[in-house]
């Protein structure tokens, strides 16, 4: 089975969903996001796919969220920023042949695998 991690090794989930990706066997392409950002459109597919809108996928803890007031965003303006500072982007969103999936918890790596 192909699979893609968008990763933040800093990220105690993130760890914890690639660990079940190997456990499971797979050894899936790993991207770094917070190096390799998202492009509006790459993250709007990932948003689609996994049945997400941004304000599902954002980080509303991240003290940039509140520093920029993305509470009082729009949806298209919300994701804009998420684009412009990929650390807002919860983490991690992981693609399989079956699907994608925001893997909080990590037990949703489940549906796909």
Known sequence: MDATI????KCSTSRKALE???DAGIEPTVVKYLDQPYTRDQLTQLLD???LTARDAVRKRESLYKELDLASLPEDKLLTEMVQHP???ERPFVV???GTRLAR?????????
């Open 6 to 9: 968008y990763h933040n090794p």
């Open 20 to 22: 079940k990706l190997r």
């Open 49 to 51: 796919d996994a049945g």
């Open 87 to 89: 650390i807002l982007v």
């Open 96 to 98: 399989t042949d079956k």
């Open 105 to 113: 918890p990590v037990d949703r790596l489940d549906e796909i695998l």
